[in-house]
């Protein structure tokens, strides 16, 4: 299996801030890596795919890079509605396996 | 539109059989490059893949739990199935189901929707 590492698994930031998270994959996956944000009680929502592809409908200060086992989400200027728990997922070989996500939490 | 809906029971006994059911609409899983799978989170921890299925019937499980889950389809009825036996305590999680799809390009557009997630405990 391929195992996604995700750092860090929290961090606290301000309004207006950038933000940086990253996934390490154990093996090269090209960019088959999406991202993923999650609220309490809620479901995931997809932000980027093909490692660095927005979703429609994502504001822009959300990008994704990275291609191979290195990849980063960033925000660039954090919003309110931003303070969520993000998640990688790869989906280049069975199974598909997720990062242990990264909550990002109001400083 | 694509929305997609789990249902099935909230509550299981450690040993029994769950059986959660997947609803969709806006897509068929009849049309090529088409998949839906399952994704599970226990409360507090990270989001866990278990099982895909493709629109030609094509099926991956985690191989953890492979012995345990099964999935099918009802094209017909626009479900996907879930079963996962012998219940444990520690498979109290919610348990979602999403959409993928392949492009003609070969983009993998994986899990782009998901449904809201059903929680499920086992206790006895």
């Known amino acids: 299996d391929i195992q996604m590492t995700q750092s860090p698994s929290s961090l606290s930031a301000s309004v207006g801030d950038r933000v940086t998270i990253t996934c390490r994959a154990s093996?090269?996956?090209?960019?088959?890596l999406s991202w993923y944000q999650q609220k309490p009680g809620k479901a995931p929502k997809r932000l980027i795919y093909a490692a660095s592809s927005l979703q429609s409908g994502v504001p822009s200060r959300f990008s994704g890079s990275g291609s191979g086992t290195e990849f980063t989400l960033t925000i660039s200027s954090l919003q309110p509605e931003d303070f969520a728990t993000y998640y990688c997922?790869?989906?280049?070989?069975?199974?598909?396996?997720f990062g242990q996500g990264t909550k990002v939490e109001i400083k | 539109q694509i929305t997609l809906k789990e249902s099935g029971l909230t509550l299981v006994e450690p040993t029994q059989t769950l059986t959660l059911t997947c609803t969709f609409s806006g897509f068929s899983l009849s049309t090529t490059r088409v998949s839906v799978g399952w994704i599970r989170q226990p409360p507090g921890k990270a989001l866990e893949w278990l099982a895909l299925?493709?629109?030609?019937?094509?099926?991956r499980y985690i191989p953890s739990l492979k012995s345990r889950l099964t999935i099918t389809k009802d094209t017909s009825k626009n479900q996907v199935v879930l079963t996962l036996t012998n219940m444990d305590p520690v498979d109290t999680a919610t348990y979602f189901c999403?959409?993928?799809?392949?492009?003609?390009?070969?983009?993998?557009?994986?899990?782009?929707?998901w449904g809201q997630g059903t929680m499920v405990i086992v206790s006895s």
């Open positions: 093996q090269g996956i090209g960019n088959d």
């Open positions: 997922l790869q989906h280049n070989s069975d199974p598909w396996t």
């Open positions: 999403a959409h993928s799809l392949i492009t003609s390009g070969g983009t993998l557009h994986a899990f782009d929707v």
């Open positions: 299925i493709y629109w030609d019937d094509d099926k």
